[in-house]
């Protein structure tokens, strides 16, 4: 079979190779991979800016789709010819968060799913709703869930609720696609007037063009009656979160999920302590949130936003456009 693996950082250092044909062993199921998605985390991976001292080689990409075709000892949670998707915590099945549960991810420390097959625990699978393509359901195990245990999980987000989102990449996208789902009032913040008005076009309340408006914390707080939103979604990082922590009202959550802009910032601690604001790490979820969000995804048969779809021998320039962050929604590879 044919895989990719990270033979040393940076995307050039990206290689296609021939390998043996994994065999599940007892509780393990091979999957036949049908398509992939990228996250940022997977740039980051292979860049060596996300964990400098990962082994390599390294099978990359957290999230992928596939189809069950052999079975180990044991094996009862899924049946052959079943299609699932990886969990990205392998050992986070329910519960709270655990260091083991952090050290088992796909795609860094674990080998990922960038293969024409991979084996894993039948414990860290989930099927995946029937009226996605394999190209939409790759999209789920870490953006779809990310936006999920932030807003439902951590947030319980409520119909009537204001929610920030910082530009319109794959968290980004689901947590408007979501917010929208529950009856929340969706504010989304980008640099590109097209991608806001792609933002209108699935059901933003407001949009605020950071270009013309650099200030967008002090215009989300004028767009809610000078109270701040209730949830801001933090994917930029460094440069960022000051400013959601201005935007976000006295007792709301920002959920920092992303580092874009870099990992270290000045924190202003009096803005989370004068405003007892909840300021909460999101590190995708559990296989029962994964299990939660797609009752909701097929309940209310939500379509991911992919934004380009790569072939699999051209899983560099997949990194490359991933890097450069022109993307709506998500980028996906077809195995």
């Known amino acids: ?57 390294l099978q990359p990409l957290s999230d992928g789709v596939g189809v069950v075709e052999a079975l180990g000892e044991g094996v009862t949670r899924v049946k052959a010819g079943e299609r699932v998707a990886g969990i990205f915590a392998q050992r986070w099945l329910a519960g709270p968060f655990t260091p083991e549960a952090r050290a088992s991810t796909l795609g860094g420390p674990l080998p990922g799913m960038l293969a024409e097959a991979v084996v ?17 359901a790759a999209c789920l ?10 807003l439902v999980v ?25 917010g929208v789902l529950m009856g929340a009032r969706v504010i989304v913040i980008s640099g590109s007037r097209e991608k806001l008005e792609r933002a209108r076009a699935l059901g933003a309340w407001q949009c605020i063009d950071r270009q013309a408006t650099p200030a ?9 009656g000078g109270e701040g939103v209730d949830h801001v979604v933090e994917v930029g990082g460094a440069d960022t979160l000051a400013r959601s922590l201005n935007a976000v009202r006295m007792e709301g959550g920002v959920y920092v999920i992303g580092v874009l802009s870099g990992v270290q910032a000045a924190l202003p601690v009096t803005a989370v302590l004068m405003k007892q604001v909840r300021l909460q790490g999101v590190f995708v979820g559990s296989r029962e949130m994964f299990l939660a969000l797609n009752r909701a995804v097929e309940a209310a048969r939500l379509a991911p936003v992919v934004d380009r779809v790569f072939p699999f021998d051209q899983a560099p320039a997949a990194f490359q456009h991933m890097q450069q962050g022109k993307h709506f929604g998500k980028l996906v590879l077809k195995v």
Not at 32 to 37: H, N, Y
Not at 141 to 150: G, H, I, V, Y
Not at 216 to 224: F, G, I, P, S
């Open 120 to 136: 894993l625990s039948q414990e860290g699978l989930v099927r995946v709703p029937g009226h996605l393509s394999d190209e939409e």
């Open 154 to 178: 951590q947030g319980r987000l409520r119909a009537g609720d204001s929610v920030l989102v910082q530009g319109t990449g794959g968290v980004s996208t689901f947590a408007l696609q979501l």
């Open 1 to 57: 079979m044919r895989a990719w693996a990270i033979e040393r950082f940076g995307l050039d250092g990206l290689r296609l190779g021939e390998r043996p044909e994994p065999r599940p062993g007892p509780g393990e199921v091979r999957v036949r991979v049908k398509a992939c998605s990228l996250n940022y985390r997977d740039v980051l991976m292979a860049t060596g800016a996300y964990n400098p001292k990962q082994p390599l080689p």
């Open 141 to 150: 195990p870490c953006s779809a869930l990310t936006a999920w245990n932030a």
């Open 216 to 224: 967008w914390d002090v215009e989300a707080r004028r767009l809610t």
